[in-house]
């Protein structure tokens, strides 16, 4: 499912002394299938872009289309029920926001609220559970027993049980362990070809946006200042700089390789990418046998 | 240097554990005065339970911590805290003004700062972490990297003998970890402030002066932070991320390529590879 900005500006408390404007003449597309990286600086707009995702927002001006669905500023807040069905926003520490007696009714709270019964919703929870790589023997615990990491992913079951076309997801990663982050990333995109989702991550982790992301948004100060595929965005460092982002951890090993006159062309973006173009450029005794100086 | 921090046979359990099952076994550790010692381990670890128990938040089940010359007991934990700055990693936990400036003043208001000072003060530590612009905004209304950049922002105003950073730059983009850790660095320079910081991230390990390794509740290591980065690949379940010389490494070997067995910095990295490729 697409999702499409036009000339959308925001602002929070209009009239009010708190009045602040955080998006300023936004025009987007999100495609069909895609998996978009949201990017920018702490406060540059990304999470209030993000909350116009399901219409939990609703533009001060311009339109926001969420598939067939166009969401103006004078949009009723009754009747979004199945956009919201269709985009599942999994929140930055999404866990605090578990609460029911058990694993299995937290899962199934989502998809009763949208009509299924309780048995169907109970069944739905199970397979779900299994999907976010839970043992199915969690499913009659309290929520509040489990780990961080299971709460969170007990968390994300309950978005995906709505079974979204749109999963968003808002720095999903915080908090967790280098292996949990890794595990957690790897199920996204292992959930996306499974699920065919189209999913939108915010996040600061440029190694992630070069591992995973096929179509970047760069954000500063509630506006959109770039587009495009991960290598575009990183190939100009010091715009990225500029923008206070960093660059993917190869990137900017890269550079510093070339300020000592090796070549890379175009830029690596991932170690296994940066370990390949140095492949080339190393002599043969690089390779088995004693490091020697006898090329 | 005097010790500012001791640990002794710390044990801990909450009160859902059974009687044969503890979260912290045994810890023994002491930081020197002036000293910035960071704690890694995997999530459930039982770092951030190490850390509320140094500041009274939990009382052990068996040992001694004592700060500053004073063993903490419930009569010494309210003299204890004042020397203690805590920064949490979700900063909505301990938000409790109306406003930016008011939440960085509140301890200040606590220890009895004249307005004068107390204005100055909260000024200069807003300005120090970038977040001046934002001295009457609503906390709430923040952004996650915002919020955890005013909670450190209070920190700074309260100049605490003790700095425990629990995760508490894990919201921030690289460039505001990398502006947080040069606060905390100009913080020490400024006084002899003690930092211990709860991590996984592998530069905030590095900017330590000692890495101690929790796993399991235990301590299982500890050195200095090159000393504890040769593990490679084995660092990803200390909780820490590997640095990334280490993981270009891994990257390089699956290509064929023979790599140097000691712990590499990203410089000493570049080096080598730039003095074998200049062998072609």
């Given at each position: 499912?697409?999702?499409?900005?036009?000339?959308?500006?925001?602002?929070?408390?209009?009239?009010?002394?708190?009045?602040?404007?955080?998006?300023?003449?936004?025009?987007?597309?999100?495609?069909?299938?895609?998996?978009?990286?949201?990017?920018?600086?702490?406060?540059?707009?990304?999470?209030?872009?993000?909350?116009?995702?399901?219409?939990?927002?609703?533009?001060?001006?311009?339109?926001?289309?969420?598939?067939?669905?166009?969401?103006?500023?004078?949009?009723?807040?009754?009747?979004?029920?199945?956009?919201?069905?269709?985009?599942?926003?999994?929140?930055?520490?999404?866990?605090?926001?578990?609460?029911?007696?058990?694993?299995?009714?937290?899962?199934?709270?989502?998809?009763?609220?949208?009509?299924?019964?309780?048995?169907?919703?109970?069944?739905?929870?199970?397979?779900?559970?299994?999907?976010?790589?839970?043992?199915?023997?969690?499913?009659?615990?309290?929520?509040?027993?489990?780990?961080?990491?299971?709460?969170?992913?007990?968390?994300?079951?309950?978005?995906?049980?709505?079974?979204?076309?749109?999963?968003?997801?808002?720095?999903?990663?915080?908090?967790?362990?280098?292996?949990?982050?890794?595990?957690?990333?790897?199920?996204?995109?292992?959930?996306?070809?499974?699920?065919?989702?189209?999913?939108?991550?915010?996040?600061?982790?440029?190694?992630?946006?070069?591992?995973?992301?096929?179509?970047?948004?760069?954000?500063?100060?509630?506006?959109?200042?770039?587009?495009?595929?991960?290598?575009?965005?990183?190939?100009?460092?010091?715009?990225?700089?500029?923008?206070?982002?960093?660059?993917?951890?190869?990137?900017?090993?890269?550079?510093?390789?070339?300020?000592?006159?090796?070549?890379?062309?175009?830029?690596?973006?991932?170690?296994?990418?940066?370990?390949?173009?140095?492949?080339?450029?190393?002599?043969?005794?690089?390779?088995?046998?004693?490091?020697?100086?006898?090329? | 240097?005097?010790?500012?921090?001791?640990?002794?046979?710390?044990?801990?359990?909450?009160?859902?554990?059974?009687?044969?099952?503890?979260?912290?076994?045994?810890?023994?550790?002491?930081?020197?005065?002036?000293?910035?010692?960071?704690?890694?381990?995997?999530?459930?670890?039982?770092?951030?339970?190490?850390?509320?128990?140094?500041?009274?938040?939990?009382?052990?089940?068996?040992?001694?911590?004592?700060?500053?010359?004073?063993?903490?007991?419930?009569?010494?934990?309210?003299?204890?805290?004042?020397?203690?700055?805590?920064?949490?990693?979700?900063?909505?936990?301990?938000?409790?003004?109306?406003?930016?400036?008011?939440?960085?003043?509140?301890?200040?208001?606590?220890?009895?700062?004249?307005?004068?000072?107390?204005?100055?003060?909260?000024?200069?530590?807003?300005?120090?972490?970038?977040?001046?612009?934002?001295?009457?905004?609503?906390?709430?209304?923040?952004?996650?990297?915002?919020?955890?950049?005013?909670?450190?922002?209070?920190?700074?105003?309260?100049?605490?003998?003790?700095?425990?950073?629990?995760?508490?730059?894990?919201?921030?983009?690289?460039?505001?970890?990398?502006?947080?850790?040069?606060?905390?660095?100009?913080?020490?320079?400024?006084?002899?402030?003690?930092?211990?910081?709860?991590?996984?991230?592998i530069?905030?390990a590095a900017?330590?002066?000692?890495v101690?390794?929790?796993?399991?509740?235990?301590?299982?290591?500890?050195?200095?932070p090159a000393e504890i980065f040769k593990h490679g690949?084995?660092l990803?379940?200390?909780?820490l991320?590997m640095p990334?010389a280490e993981?270009?490494?891994?990257?390089?070997?699956?290509?064929?390529?023979?790599?140097?067995?000691?712990y590499?910095?990203?410089?000493?990295?570049?080096?080598?590879?730039?003095?074998?490729?200049?062998?072609?």
């Amino acid at each position: 499912m697409a999702i499409e900005f036009k000339q959308v500006d925001f602002t929070y408390q209009p009239g009010t002394p708190f009045e602040t404007k955080a998006l300023t003449d936004i025009n987007l597309t999100i495609p069909d299938g895609s998996y978009t990286a949201l990017i920018g600086h702490t406060g540059s707009g990304k999470s209030t872009l993000l909350q116009h995702l399901d219409a939990l927002l609703k533009p001060t001006s311009g339109t926001v289309t969420i598939g067939d669905r166009v969401i103006t500023p004078t949009t009723s807040n009754k009747d979004l029920k199945s956009l919201r069905q269709h985009v599942g926003i999994v929140f930055q520490f999404p866990e605090s926001q578990l609460f029911e007696e058990t694993v299995a009714k937290d899962i199934a709270f989502g998809p009763q609220n949208f009509g299924a019964s309780e048995a169907d919703a109970l069944k739905t929870a199970a397979k779900m559970l299994t999907l976010v790589g839970l043992d199915a023997n969690l499913l009659g615990r309290s929520p509040f027993d489990l780990s961080g990491g299971q709460m969170r992913r007990v968390a994300i079951a309950g978005v995906l049980a709505m079974q979204p076309k749109v999963l968003v997801l808002d720095e999903p990663t915080a908090g967790l362990d280098p292996q949990g982050r890794l595990e957690m990333m790897e199920m996204f995109a292992k959930l996306r070809h499974e699920q065919n989702l189209t999913v939108v991550l915010v996040t600061h982790q440029m190694d992630d946006v070069a591992n995973y992301a096929d179509h970047v948004i760069v954000m500063d100060q509630g506006r959109v200042v770039k587009t495009g595929a991960p290598r575009e965005i990183f190939k100009d460092p010091q715009w990225l700089v500029d923008h206070q982002l960093g660059l993917p951890k190869t990137t900017a090993f890269a550079q510093q390789l070339m300020a000592k006159g090796l070549t890379f062309d175009p830029m690596p973006l991932t170690e296994d990418e940066l370990a390949a173009d140095l492949v080339q450029q190393l002599p043969a005794s690089a390779f088995g046998g004693a490091q020697a100086n006898d090329d | 240097m005097s010790q500012i921090i001791d640990v002794a046979h710390l044990n801990y359990r909450y009160p859902q554990q059974s009687a044969d099952d503890l979260t912290l076994k045994d810890i023994s550790f002491s930081v020197a005065d002036g000293e910035w010692v960071a704690i890694v381990g995997h999530n459930g670890s039982g770092k951030s339970t190490l850390a509320k128990n140094i500041n009274g938040l939990l009382a052990p089940v068996s040992g001694t911590v004592t700060v500053d010359g004073q063993v903490l007991t419930e009569k010494t934990v309210w003299d204890i805290r004042k020397k203690i700055g805590m920064v949490f990693q979700n900063p909505d936990n301990q938000f409790v003004g109306a406003t930016v400036e008011d939440d960085v003043a509140f301890s200040l208001e606590n220890q009895g700062v004249p307005r004068d000072e107390m204005l100055t003060r909260v000024h200069d530590a807003l300005a120090q972490v970038n977040m001046d612009q934002f001295a009457t905004r609503e906390p709430a209304r923040l952004s996650g990297g915002q919020k955890q950049r005013v909670a450190l922002a209070g920190m700074i105003a309260a100049r605490p003998r003790i700095l425990i950073l629990d995760e508490a730059t894990s919201m921030l983009d690289p460039q505001g970890r990398y502006d947080v850790l040069k606060t905390i660095q100009q913080m020490k320079a400024q006084s002899d402030l003690t930092v211990l910081s709860i991590t996984h991230d592998i530069d905030e390990a590095a900017s330590a002066n000692r890495v101690l390794v929790v796993n399991d509740g235990r301590l299982v290591e500890e050195g200095k932070p090159a000393e504890i980065f040769k593990h490679g690949p084995a660092l990803i379940k200390m909780g820490l991320d590997m640095p990334y010389a280490e993981r270009l490494k891994a990257a390089l070997k699956r290509q064929g390529v023979q790599v140097p067995t000691d712990y590499l910095t990203e410089k000493g990295m570049a080096d080598w590879l730039w003095q074998l490729s200049s062998n072609k």
